[in-house]
């Protein structure tokens, strides 16, 4: 786990994330696997992509008052920038008792299961909802409670759907009262807490399991980061 974490710091940062957001990333990826969501299936969907956010506007508030805001995260990955949106819900939750923050035209919303588990191992009750899909629509929510160690999950494919941003995501963060979210729909798949307790412990004992070509797709992209990029470090990598 631990070498798989510092390969995918190195891939992350060298793909341009900044200082803090690589180290979010990586633990989002490792999070999910580690837990049985299959982080690193997510990854690899998102891989080719990863280095596009460096082109990308910054992920900016369009709205803000005391219990909510909007931002725009401009088509970036959550990876790059859901971690801040579930700060600021968290931040405003905790000033106002509970709050809301959405993000509009964001990718991979799968991460964010790190960041809600982060906020309620710290006293916070966190949960989100978003939609995946354009021709077969699926609908997501995840939710932990205040002071638990491990979240909820759940999915379920939806018939139709309407004019909705399929790329946003709702965050709802609450010092006061524990929010949650269920799919109720009777071909929902849900994953329980105790099934993600379950999960870490048997890759704890057993291990990670990771494909020839992820990895060595993960670390071609990392090795941006191994020497400063001059002309000398080219032409005699390490300046020796």
């Known amino acids: 786990m631990n070498e ?4 995918l710091r190195r891939c992350f940062e060298a793909s341009g ?36 956010d460096l082109h990308k506007s910054l992920s900016n508030v369009i709205y803000e008052d005391s219990t909510s805001a909007t931002i725009d995260a401009h088509g970036r990955s959550s990876l790059n920038c859901i971690a ?6 968290h931040a405003k939750a905790l ?7 959405t993000v509009h035209n964001c990718h991979n919303r799968m991460f964010v299961l790190k960041a809600l588990t982060d906020r ?19 609908e997501h929510a995840a939710a932990i409670k205040s002071g638990h160690r491990y979240p909820s999950y759940s999915e379920s494919s939806v018939q139709t759907v309407g004019n909705e941003d399929k790329q946003a995501l709702t965050i709802i963060c609450s010092s ?16 329980s807490p105790q099934q993600v307790e379950r999960n870490k412990n048997h890759c704890v004992e057993h291990g990670i399991t990771i494909c020839e070509k992820l990895w060595e797709d993960i670390n071609v992209i990392g090795q941006g980061v191994l020497v ?12 020796q």
């Open 4 to 7: 798989l974490k510092a390969a």
């Open 17 to 52: 994330y900044f200082v803090g957001n690589y180290e979010d990333a990586a633990n989002m990826v490792l999070w999910l696997e580690k837990h049985g969501l299959h982080g690193l299936r997510e990854l690899q969907n998102t891989l080719p992509y990863v280095g596009e």
């Open 84 to 89: 801040s949106a579930v700060d600021l819900a």
């Open 95 to 101: 000033e106002s008792g509970i709050a809301t923050v």
């Open 120 to 138: 309620g191992r710290s006293g916070i009750s966190a949960a989100a909802y978003w939609k995946n899909g354009s021709d077969n629509i699926t």
């Open 176 to 191: 006061r009262v524990d929010v949650g979210l269920s799919l109720q729909d009777q071909d929902s798949t849900i994953i």
């Open 228 to 239: 400063e990029n001059t002309e000398r470090s080219r032409a005699d990598a390490g300046g």
